[in-house]
């Protein structure tokens, strides 16, 4: 049997707002603010349910023009640096 791959979804205690096609985002156990580009902002929005790497990935080549090897690269980083910010939570693909 095959582990299966992690996926992600957005802490509820982090509040966001649209601000001309970036996001901001304020995690309230934190009073930790950040703001995310266009890209960012539509990750942010589908990780609003538990998504792999791979549906971002089909997520964003869909809205964006760029190839898959270097989106999956990018999601990668940006999902790092949002777990080490601690405000989205990794579970195993039990969806």
């Known amino acids: 049997m095959s582990q299966e791959a992690p996926s992600f ?6 509040m966001d707002c ?17 703001t995310l580009n266009p890209t960012a902002s539509e990750i942010w929005m589908a990780l609003s349910e538990r998504k792999s790497v791979d549906e971002l990935v089909g997520v964003i080549t869909e809205a964006f023009d760029v190839t898959e090897a270097q989106c999956r690269q990018d999601i990668e980083a940006l999902l790092a640096d949002m777990h080490a910010a601690n405000i989205i939570e990794t579970a195993s693909g039990d969806t």
């Open 9 to 14: 979804v957005a802490k509820p205690d982090v």
């Open 18 to 34: 649209d601000i001309g096609g970036d996001r901001a985002l304020l995690d309230l156990q934190t009073n930790t603010y950040f």
